[in-house]
Each structure stands twice: as C-alpha cells, then as structure tokens.
C-alpha cells in the first residue's frame, strides 16, 4: 500500500498527499473528502479502501490517522452546491479544498482518479487509488467517517428516513419514507428518483387539495393588538421601553420562549429576566387575550366555504397548544378542524417539521393533496422542510418580499385569492 508513496519520498518529496472522497451516490447529503499527509516514519498496517472495511476497523484506524498522520483536512460540499454544479464538480472542489485547509504545504498529490489540475501541485490520479496507496487509503477512510457521522445526527434531525443505517443511499427503507414524508432539505433535487418527484407535484399543481394545514396567529387570526398590549403592559411593569404593533410583527413567530428572548436580547437584559418577563406576559396575555382578537376579514366564510367542500382543515401554531385550544374554541367554533396543534411539551416548534409531519401522517393523505398556509417565513420554511407546497398571505404579520424569499409557492392578497388557490383555479 506504500509503494507510491514510497516512490515518491525516495525521488525527495517530503510531504505527500492522499486525497478522496465519499458520498456520490446518496440521494441525500453532501459529498464529503479528506485528505491526508502520511509521516514516512510511524507506518500504519492494515490501511485499505474504507469501503472494504468494517465500521469497527475504520474507527481504530481512524484514530491511528489521527494520532501518526503529519496532517489531515476534510471538507464538507453541501447538496445545494452539488445541484449547482453537479457532483463530478462538487468531488473536485471538495477535494481541493480539504487540500487546501491543510496545515503543511503538500508537494505532491495522489488523488482516487480525479484530475486535479488546479491544484497547481504536482499530481497522480490513480484509479482504484483507494486499494493501491495508503495515503488516498487513509483519506477515504475519514471522509467515511466524517460523512457516517454527519448522516447520523442527520438521523436525530429528521427521523424516519433510516439515515443512520443507509447514510442517504436509496436503500427500500429511505425510498419508502421519502414516499411517505417527503423530500427534506438535504435531499438533492437534481437525483433521481428525488428530481422525478419533484416534478410529478409540479405537474398535478391544477388539481383541489384535499386537505389545508394553517398557521393561527397572522393567518385566521389578528392577535397582535393583544400580543402587543400583553407585552408592552409587562415591559411597563419592569420600566423597560415598550414597543408599536409593527415591531411586534417581528418578534413574535417562534413561540413564547423566543419572544422573551429575543425582548430580553434587543433591551440587553440580565438572563435572569427570562423567566420574570415571561410569567409576567403569559399572566397579561391570559387577561387581554380576547380584546382585540378577532378572525381576519372573510376568513370564517372561507373556513366554511372549505368545509363544504369536503377540505380537510388543520391548525399548526407555535402558540402555546392550551392557547390555541382556548382561542379555535372561542373564535373558530362554527368551523369543523381535523387537527389542532399548537406548542406542545418536548415538541420542536416549527420551522422544525417534527409537529406538520405529525398531522400529514394522520391525514393519510398524499403530499401533493396537502397544502399549507401562513404569513411568515417561518412558516414558509416549515412547508419547505415538509416537502408541502405554501401560501403567504398578505393581511398578516410579514411583507411579501420575505414570503417570496423564503419559499412562498403562491402569494395571495385576499380569502378570495386564497379559495382560489386551494381549489385549483
């Protein structure tokens, strides 16, 4: 395995590279390359394509790398630029570039068949490279281990798509839950079968959606008269500047806990405020809740529009779940709902798909019946982690610039615009 490398100490090359990569095939993350300088002094036995290896002699190896190997780099190209670019590019730049963030200044490449002439190095590309040198052996061995690492906390991030056995290849396992979840964020939308899908949900945008999955506060409901009245009531309680509606428009989204934060954060307040601030504001919110709410205009008739038409229809919120119970009943009881969410304890809040795909599951229905609707790019961004297409309507909290930057498959201004949409007009 050192015959190259031996070669090329012996001609007076001092610090001799082995570079490679893993991850071209995966429907899902991104393509991932190491390069490593191997010290001609403290040999490493056993080195060989980590392909060729089990997960348990790659991690004693690996840590034989790291502690013998002169230096060592990895680079991470993400799927979006491998989209861009395609992934024979998207190789190559991850492997100049995990070149490049080496400490020591190589004088010789060996690379696993790739030209690298840019490198403006010196170079070999050796096909089978991976068998043959224990440089580009090493390098592929933490570039497996990089890659296997960042699939599995991938895993934890988006459950259900068996990504910490099939490390994004398209194993049954990971085809059959992007059939029943979705595409996600770190799909690559320019593979197959991930491009087919994509362009199948485009091609069916005409026809009715069966069911409509909303955001409450800036959506069906304009509570941020009593949000604001709730919060500036508890800042005067503690002499701290109060705010106009239209900063409140801003800082709320996220739920409860980030709206303290983020007040907490812009006034440069003692974290010790936190929970002050906050069962001060939940005590105000629960006296002033019912003031100046009040459903958006034609939002009830469009609610029962959808009803007779046999739409199913959903609440999502970031709103504490009580709340939105306390508010849907008040407010929204003449409408028939599927499913109500808000906030719930151990529940991520959106932009994280955890609580929507949750609701898609029990609405057994296909994605592309399944539309979502919202004012914020939150909420964009949650249809987007989703793979649902979204509405951003513009009588709520946000400018419509924003709706089109986060991912607004439709921008509407009325109900009207809006019944259209979910019909199919």
Known sequence: MYKFESDLWKKGYSYIVGVDEV???????PVVAAAVVLDPNKPIIGLRDSKQLSSKQRQEL?????????DYAISFVSERIIESINIYQASKKAMLNAINSLSLKPDYILSDAMALPKSQIEYQAII?????????????????????????????????????????YPTKKHLAAIKRFGIIE???????????????????????FKAVIFDLDGTLLDTISDISDSMNATLKKFNIKEYGIEDYKYLVGKGVDEFINKIVEINNLDFNMTD?????????????????TKPYPGIIKLLKRLNKNNVS????????HYQVEEVVKKYLSDIEFDFVYGKK???PIKPNPTSIKEIIFKLNLDLKDILYVGDTNIDMKTAKNASLRSVGVLWGFRKEDELRES???????TTEELFKVIKGD
Not at 189 to 194: A, D, G, S
Not at 313 to 320: A, D, H
Request: zero cysteines; glycine letters at 6%.
């Open 23 to 29: 991850g071209r095939g995966p429907l899902a993350g």
């Open 62 to 70: 690996l840590i034989e790398i790291e502690e013998k190997a002169l």
């Open 128 to 168: 089978k490279g991976d068998t043959l040198s224990a440089s580009i052996a090493a390098a592929s061995i933490i570039a497996k281990e990089a890659r296997d690492a960042y699939m599995i906390k991938q895993s934890i991030k988006f459950p259900g798509y068996d990504f910490e056995h099939n490390m994004g």
């Open 186 to 208: 770190i799909h690559r939308r320019t593979y197959k079968p991930i491009k087919d899908i994509i362009e199948k949900m485009v091609n069916e945008e005409d026809k009715m």
């Open 276 to 292: 002050k601030l906050k069962n001060s504001y939940l005590e105000e919110y629960a006296k002033r809740k019912s003031i100046k």
């Open 313 to 320: 229809l959903n609440i999502l919120s970031n709103k504490p």
């Open 345 to 347: 304890p151990k529940y």
């Open 407 to 413: 991912g607004a498959s439709y921008i509407v201004r």
